[in-house]
Antibody
């Protein structure tokens, strides 16, 4: 069965950095686009970024462009999100999600990892 | 950017009764390939979101048939024919038509009266 397990969240000061990881299993990771989606405490869902199956195509939401970097290692079945210059408004649960190419939407989600940006 | 607007934002329902959530987009969600990439997600308390419906009306595997999606263009609806206790949570619509920017609705909280 498809499993996505995020890690790397925690408490970081404004201006700091953090790297999130997502370990995938139960499907051929290299065949799928992958995405990061976040949810601020008590708020709705916000798309952050996605990356093509090969890693050659990448998009970011305007709110994180220039500060976050998405990447993947298909040999390790892993997805990453490098987050720099973190702000209080980046505080959220970050979900890793697999992208279905037939429906162009996230069909499987991980359990999420909490990132808290606070001094 | 495409704005997704859901209503109502809060929906108290009686067990066994139907429920309906509306989702409207600021632009047509009909893609140039002819598909309409409108999806519905359920987020139960303390859980990750789960996709229920994709491309307007297609139920995901394991989703009870009391859930149905409909609509076209800019107006879409998620219906629950008979609400059960396990349906409590927040429901989100999401558009995938206007690549690369996915956008979600604000969410509708379904609770039992």
């Amino acid at each position: 069965q498809v499993q996505l397990v995020e890690s790397g969240g925690g408490l970081v000061k404004p201006g700091g950095s953090l790297r999130l990881s997502c370990a995938a299993s139960g499907f051929t990771f290299s065949d799928y686009y992958m995405s990061w989606i976040r949810q601020a405490p008590g708020k709705g869902l916000e798309w952050v970024s996605y990356i093509s199956s090969s890693g050659s195509t990448i998009y970011y939401a305007d709110s994180v462009k220039g500060r976050f970097t998405i990447s993947r290692d298909n040999a390790k079945n892993s997805l990453y999100l490098q987050m720099n210059s973190l702000r209080a408004e980046d505080t959220a649960v970050y979900y890793c999600a697999r992208v279905s190419s037939s429906s162009w939407s996230p069909d499987y989600w991980g359990q999420g990892t909490l990132v808290t940006v606070s001094s | 950017d495409v704005v997704m607007t859901q209503s109502p934002l809060s929906l108290p329902v009686t067990l066994g009764q139907p429920a309906s959530i509306s989702c409207r987009s600021s632009q047509s969600l009909v893609h140039s390939d002819g598909n309409t990439y409108l999806n519905w997600f359920q987020q139960r308390p303390g859980q990750s979101p789960r996709r229920l419906i994709y491309k307007v009306s297609n139920r995901d595997s394991g989703v009870p048939d009391r859930f149905s999606g409909s609509g076209s263009g800019t107006d879409f609806t998620l219906k629950i024919s008979r609400v059960e206790a396990e349906d409590v949570g927040v429901y989100y619509c999401m558009q995938g038509t206007h690549w690369p920017q996915w956008t979600f609705g604000q969410g509708t909280k379904v609770e039992i009266k």
